[in-house]
């Protein structure tokens, strides 16, 4: 059973846009929701991370916005670069066990 | 700081024969050890998982296990691989209360 549901799956925005990935879950003892980064045969590498108590998080041009009541989170890519095209996982953790990922979304900017 | 190292990167194994993949975490201790396969189209799957030395949580039926032998190694094993086990396989670790932290990774194919 997918305990995060991530959309959408592929995702393609002109250099300079938005890119926004959504995520849902059902499990409200999850306490920590990160997003990784990955490129092609590398691992993921951790992006940005946040905590149910908190309703935004932003890092640079990365934004994570966390809806507690309606199980929701989603990433925002502002100013989308060629160079943020790259898969991204969206997950979320029960504190002492392990991550439960998203499927991905494939995001291609286009120049 | 802490680095994180998987071997080998790539495999080409026959069917039938058996599998051995190592991670190793330098710069922690007493870290949380983890075994991921990604296929394509169905993001990070959680193979096993390790709070310690000697002590491994299965989340899936499958053809492999894993081992930890020591605090910071960790073994994925098949007696026998079948096709169905190509795929990427990842290894990762985290501390009890921060985000995980992905080894490069290892494209097995299995012919």
């Known amino acids: 059973q997918q305990q995060v549901k991530q959309s959408p799956q592929s995702l393609i925005v002109q250099k300079g846009g938005i890119s926004i990935i959504n995520c849902a879950y059902e499990n409200t003892a999850f306490d920590y929701f990160p997003w990784y980064q990955q490129f092609p045969g590398k691992g993921p590498a951790l992006l940005i991370a946040i905590r149910p108590d908190v309703s935004e998080k932003k890092e640079g041009r990365f934004t994570i916005s966390f809806n507690k009541s309606a199980k929701q989170f989603s990433l925002h890519i502002m100013d989308s670069q060629p160079g943020d095209s790259a898969t991204y996982f969206c997950?979320?953790?029960?504190?002492?066990?392990?991550?439960?990922f998203g499927k991905g979304t494939s995001l291609l900017v286009t120049p | 700081s802490q680095t994180i190292h998987q071997w080998p990167a790539t495999l080409v194994q026959p069917v039938g024969s058996p599998l051995s993949l190592e991670c190793t975490v330098e710069?922690?201790?007493?870290?949380?050890l983890y075994w991921y396969r990604q296929a394509a189209g169905r993001g990070l799957q959680l193979l096993f998982y390790?709070?310690?030395?000697?002590?491994i949580s299965s989340e899936v039926p499958q053809n492999l296990s894993a081992s930890r032998p020591q605090d910071r190694q960790f073994i994925l094993s098949s007696k026998k691989l079948l096709l169905s086990d190509s795929g990427f396989y990842l290894c990762?670790?985290?501390?009890?209360?921060?985000?995980?932290?992905f080894g490069q990774g290892t494209r097995l194919t299995v012919v």
């Open positions: 710069g922690t201790s007493n870290p949380n």
């Open positions: 390790s709070v310690g030395i000697g002590q």
């Open positions: 990762a670790w985290s501390d009890r209360e921060l985000e995980a932290f």
């Open positions: 997950a979320a953790r029960n504190s002492g066990y392990a991550l439960n």
